[in-house]
């Protein structure tokens, strides 16, 4: 949730909502997956600012040539530009290894890149993001950026990641879990 909007990835689409003074969602905006091409039906985090909403797929699809099906595999980062939020637009689509998670702070974009670790990229131009710095060694499946501090979930471990110096991101402590 931003402010009165409320961000919802789901496996079909993301949608955008406000919220009215009765405090109850109201649909504003949509952008259907189909439009990308092809059906796919991933679980897809989101992240938002003021502007930009920043949105991980991760799936396989069916796809028919030449009267053949085969397996396609979608792994990417989606940037859409939210600013009308009736009318969602999708900027740009990034290639990744196998995304999950992903949290926001500031110009920074955390990635949960499953078995590849977590990646930290600028996003001060959301049309050439730059990769600054990526944690390999462990499963990341999901992220919470708290100011300094990262709390990144894997299969088998919590890990909590001091990011206050990004020329120094270091794991602080790891708890089993599970």
Not at 64 to 81: G, M
Not at 127 to 146: K, M
Not at 166 to 175: D, E, P
Request: with cysteine; glycine share 10%.
């Amino acid at each position: 949730r931003i402010g009165s909007r409320l961000f919802v990835g789901s496996n079909t689409g993301l949608f955008l909502y406000s919220f009215g003074d009765d405090g109850l969602p109201k649909r504003e905006g949509s952008f259907d997956y189909g439009e990308l091409g092809f059906p796919i039906y991933p679980c897809d985090p989101v992240v938002a600012n003021d502007s930009l909403a920043y949105v991980t797929l991760n799936t396989t699809i069916a796809v028919e040539n030449c009267n053949r099906n085969s397996l396609q595999q979608v792994k990417v980062l989606n940037v859409f530009d939210v600013t009308d939020i009736q009318n969602p637009m999708l900027l740009r689509q990034y290639d990744m290894l196998n995304p999950q998670g992903l949290g926001l702070d500031g110009q920074l974009l955390f990635v949960c890149d499953n078995e590849f670790g977590l990646k930290v990229y600028n996003i001060a131009d959301p049309l050439n993001i730059q990769l600054v710095t990526e944690l390999t060694g462990f499963t990341a499946h999901d992220v919470i950026p708290l100011g300094g501090l990262l709390l990144v979930v894997g299969p088998d471990n919590v890990y909590q990641i001091d990011y206050s110096d990004l020329g120094n991101i270091h794991v602080l402590s790891t708890i089993p879990i599970g």
